[in-house]
Nanobody, 120 residues
Framework: VQLQASGGGLVQAGGSLRLACAAS????????IGWFRRAPGKGREGVSC????????VYADSVKGRFTISRDDAKNTLYLQLNKLKFEDTAVYYC??????????????WGQGTQVTVSS
């Protein structure tokens, strides 16, 4: 089971990025998947999660209206569109797989992170 995040980079405040998380080794369409981040000197923060099936999603208040999570089950890939980026969005972003079809399960597999740096 593997999760491979990509798409990070350096962007100016107000800009956009699209992160991707390629999954392999499990039935991607049966599991909830989420994005998390860790900013320098801070703890891990949940950013957004999406269920399998109906695609119900949730967002942290800090990113609502700016970030959009989506999944392409045919491509076994999770996405996170980051718009109107702020300096405080600077962090390493991780994707993670839940133990079941909803984000009310526990996190059992983590991908490596991708760095997002927002310049002010």
């Amino acid at each position: 089971v593997q999760l491979q995040a990509s798409g990070g980079g350096l962007v100016q405040a107000g800009g956009s990025l699209r992160l991707a998380c390629a999954a392999s080794g499990f039935a991607f369409d049966r599991y909830a998947i989420g994005w998390f981040r860790r900013a320098p000197g801070k703890g891990r923060e949940g950013v957004s999660c999406i269920n399998s099936g109906d695609g119900t999603s949730v967002y942290a208040d800090s990113v609502k209206g700016r970030f959009t999570i989506s999944r392409d089950d045919a491509k076994n890939t999770l996405y996170l569109q980051l718009n109107k980026l702020k300096f405080e969005d600077t962090a390493v972003y991780y994707c993670a797989k839940y133990s079941g079809s909803t984000y009310r399960g526990y996190l059992e597999v983590w991908g490596q992170g991708t760095q997002v740096t927002v310049s002010s």
